[in-house]
């Protein structure tokens, strides 16, 4: 990766102070549609409770499953969290930098969007890690279940 040298002075001309804004009002929307599904997530296993309250199931399985399930949401929950968090502050942040010609606050605004992709990114190399050793699992499961 290339280093900056710190006597650069890089300026915005009004077309990228015009992208900046439209891409501060996607990510202001993004991030608030975001908070709103994670606390539908939140309330889903609220929902299941009800749901197996009503019906016929023994009563240590009324509480049992709603428990199961909160697990896994919480984890969905946690890891959500912080990429619509991070679209949020780099959303604030860019809009003081825009309003106050604030050089700090577009600072600011640009690490948090770096942080958001980074987040994104460690996520996509996860979940390509999972596919690739559920793939080798499955070989290895159809292989074994031939020879028997």
């Known amino acids: 990766m290339e280093m900056l040298n710190d006597n650069h002075d890089l300026g915005i001309n009004r077309e990228a102070l015009f992208q900046l804004e439209a891409s501060r009002k996607w990510t202001l929307f993004l991030s608030i549609m975001g908070f709103v599904f ?3 997530m939140l309330l889903t296993p609220l929902l299941f409770l009800r749901a197996f309250r009503v019906a016929d199931l023994p009563v240590p399985f ?24 991070y679209l949020l502050q780099f959303s604030r942040f860019s809009k003081a930098a825009m309003q106050k010609h604030d050089d700090a606050a577009l600072a600011k605004a640009l690490k948090y969007l770096k942080m958001h992709y980074q987040f994104m990114g460690v996520l996509v190399i996860i979940g390509a890690g999972i596919y690739l050793l559920a793939i080798i699992g499955i070989m290895i499961g159809g292989t074994i279940a031939r020879a028997l």
Not at 71 to 79: A, M, Q, R, S
């Open 62 to 85: 009324q509480a049992a499953i709603p428990m199961f399930s909160m697990v896994p949401l919480l984890i969905l929950v946690v890891i959500y969290f912080f990429p619509f968090y």
């Open 38 to 40: 994670i606390g539908i």
